[in-house]
């Protein structure tokens, strides 16, 4: 899933930007000879996108190749309340049309994760969201329900970095059932505003493998559970200067069956029974715990340090990977001339289920085939610098390093150059 905060993509947030915001230097295309502002003050919004990954590995892989993957967006944002007198609901449609090759996979980089995250899913055309928001109760509830991504709400963390291991709602990274951007389905979430600080809020999305290769269907058929997800999220400013910060903590449960990693049918080990298929698990869950702080400057959106750590656990009985661990820093403003760039920087590690490990020593230990490395963790590192020539173009030049790709030490190290391109459209 991608969004832009400073220097990257951020989708749906046009029905909050003033009219006065909407000149012409904030747009490739311009302002439209003046519609872009008429439009949005009768509560029309547009957002056209533009993202690019090209990427080269300088070592690792079976080759060197140089690959790019791409995105375009097409937002619109209805306020209901400026069309027709409906106060403070919003509708909302979102179509995205991804392009491009994998690095990873053609230069068979072994990594767990993608070094290019915007590449996934197909390169069809998918409707990633088709939503109705509406605020009641003086904004005391925030009800969302439509054609939904779960990260949209949940796990809600940029994607400033390439490497999928630092990259948008990372349960959906790991989780098969956790559906991220650009894939929607059906489903609904409700939010309670705790205090100015502090919100709780669930949801629950229907789990439909459909999703995943027709990305136009409205169809409610082919669903094999439900995915529920709930978040405690604390948002509070800190010291005279009101340094913003956000903490959240959350978890989800599935009901969908799903094999498990380890087990056969008859309750024995699965490598040991060859043709037994797994044993099916009713039901997964996980947790998550998400956590960035500014350190430096004078508030929200000011020049200065901020540091960031993520931590999600996914189940051990039918995840591969079953935990993520990432933390880092970005700096705003790192130089005195370039207040709008930003300096980024990431490690973490992406740990295999210790059960999957399991499976693959006792296949080692039966002799009866070539031996098959056994996985741990591998260890991604990623520096960026986000360079904004425009307020519609930005370039972020970075450099990844993957340390045992795959979880092994089998496979050589990899590294990998690379930029992220915005184009605001």
Known sequence: MRKWLPGTLI?????????????????????????????????????????????????????????????????????LDRLFSWRRAIFKITLTYRNGNSLSADANLHTL???????????????????????????????????????????????????LSFCGELPGNIVSTWYNWPVSQWGARLRLRLNEDMRVEAGIYQINPRNLEDGTTLSFSGGIGEMIPVEFAWSPRFGSAELPGTYRIGGWYDTSSQPDVFLAANGEPLVLNPGVPAL???????????????????????????????????????????????????????????????????????????????????????GTSALVPVQDAEYPVELFYNIHFTPWLSVAPLLQYVIHPGGTNVYPDVVVVGANIAVTL
């Open 280 to 366: 099916m698990r009713d039901g997964e869950s996980g947790v998550y715990l998400n956590a960035q702080q500014q350190l430096t400057g004078a508030g929200a959106n000011s020049r200065g340090l901020s540091v960031f750590f993520n931590w999600v656990e996914a189940d051990h009985n039918t995840a591969t990977i079953t935990e993520l661990i990432s933390l880092g820093m970005f700096y705003a403003g790192p130089f005195g001339a370039r207040h709008q760039d930003t300096l980024g920087l990431a490690v973490g590690r992406t740990r295999v289920n210790p059960r999957v490990a399991e499976g693959q020593r006792l296949l080692n230990s039966t």
């Open 11 to 79: 989708f749906g947030i046009c029905a909050a930007v003033r009219a006065d915001e909407l000149g012409s230097d904030r747009f490739l295309l311009g302002d439209w000879g003046g519609l872009r502002t008429r439009l949005h003050e009768r509560g029309v919004d547009f957002q056209l996108n533009y993202f690019s990954e090209p990427a080269y590995n300088v070592s690792g892989g079976d080759k060197r190749l140089l690959r790019y993957a791409d995105q375009f967006t097409a937002d619109a944002s209805f306020d």
């Open 113 to 163: 994760l993608d070094v290019q995250e915007v590449f996934g899913r197909g390169n069809i055309l998918r409707l990633t969201e088709l939503s109705y928001e509406q605020v009641i109760f003086d904004g005391l509830f925030n009800m969302k329900l439509g054609r939904l991504g779960v990260g949209g709400s949940f796990f809600n963390w940029s994607c400033q970095f390439m490497n």
